[in-house]
Each structure stands twice: as C-alpha cells, then as structure tokens.
C-alpha cells in the first residue's frame, strides 16, 4: 500500500480542462480593425469593419474559435476570437455624464464625459465603477455607461 502511495505521489497531476467562460460576457476588440461577419468564418461577408482598439462587445454565442458579438447599439456579427481582448473597456451612453472623484453623488466633478467616449473600466462596486477615460480616472454609475452587467461583481 505505501508503495502505491508513493508511486501515485510520483505521477504529475492531469492538467484540468479549462472550465468554459460564461456566456454572455463583455470584452473589447483587440485590434484598431476587426471585421464583423455575418456567420462563423471567412466564408461568411463582413458586414462592418470596426476601426478602434479597445471597443467594448458582449459576447452572445460561441462557435468553435468564432465569437457571435454584439456591440452597444445592438449591431450583431461574428468576430474570430484573435481579435478579443479580456480587457474591459465601456463607451458613454445617455446624455453628457459627470466622472466624480468618489462613488458619491455629492463629490466633485472632476470632468463632464460626451456621450460615445470610450474608456477603460478598472472596478465596480456596488452601483458605481471606477473608470479610466483618456487621462482621467473617476467614478460613473452603472446606468451611464453601457460595458458593465448591474450586478456583476468586478475587480
């Protein structure tokens, strides 16, 4: 028997199968160009062609290495997995929104954010998420921004 126990401390472990991420899930385009097709592989036609790094998608559905995507205006299409980054980035939707200082209603403003503006998310908590947009880092609510799910929990 402790010949066995030894023998069995001996072999490596099996490496896991890796569990599958959730669907759906949000994450950004990983390249400045990135074609949207309209089915699962380059014999489908592009649709659109994305022309910016780091927009935020939601991915839907899976097909071996394509991702069935859709973006902040509801536009739906097919994006080879390459082109993904699990950097999560978020673009202003609404009206014009104030990025504050701390997740309060009562701090200071530190910019006013156009709506379509891009920017990088960092954290949430709670209603409010910690942003980074062009130079600047504060605080938006959930709501004002499309990128994040309202209770996902993000570090």
């Given at each position: 028997?402790?010949?066995?126990?030894?023998?069995?401390?001996?072999?490596?472990?099996?490496?896991?199968?890796?569990?599958?991420?959730?669907?759906?899930?949000?994450?950004?385009?990983?390249?400045?160009?990135?074609?949207?097709?309209?089915?699962?592989?380059?014999?489908?036609?592009?649709?659109?062609?994305?022309?910016?790094?780091?927009?935020?998608?939601?991915?839907?559905?899976?097909?071996?290495?394509?991702?069935?995507?859709?973006?902040?205006?509801?536009?739906?299409?097919?994006?080879?997995?390459?082109?993904?980054?699990?950097?999560?980035?978020?673009?202003?939707?609404?009206?014009?929104?104030?990025?504050?200082?701390d997740p309060s209603?009562?701090?200071?403003?530190?910019?006013?954010?156009?709506?379509?503006?891009?920017?990088?998310?960092?954290?949430?908590?709670?209603?409010?998420?910690?942003?980074?947009?062009?130079?600047?880092?504060?605080?938006?609510?959930?709501?004002?921004?499309?990128?994040?799910?309202?209770?996902?929990?993000?570090?």
């Amino acid at each position: 028997m402790a010949a066995l126990v030894l023998f069995c401390a001996l072999i490596p472990a099996m490496p896991r199968a890796q569990e599958p991420l959730p669907i759906p899930r949000f994450v950004s385009l990983r390249a400045s160009e990135v074609n949207l097709r309209t089915g699962p592989g380059v014999r489908y036609p592009v649709e659109w062609i994305y022309v910016r790094k780091g927009v935020p998608v939601e991915i839907i559905a899976e097909f071996e290495n394509w991702r069935k995507v859709r973006d902040w205006r509801g536009t739906l299409g097919w994006v080879h997995r390459s082109m993904l980054s699990g950097k999560r980035s978020l673009v202003i939707t609404g009206e014009r929104r104030a990025l504050r200082s701390d997740p309060s209603l009562q701090a200071d403003i530190a910019s006013l954010i156009d709506p379509g503006v891009f920017g990088r998310l960092e954290k949430c908590e709670e209603d409010w998420c910690l942003v980074e947009i062009g130079n600047e880092s504060g605080w938006l609510q959930r709501f004002e921004f499309w990128g994040v799910y309202p209770q996902e929990a993000l570090e």
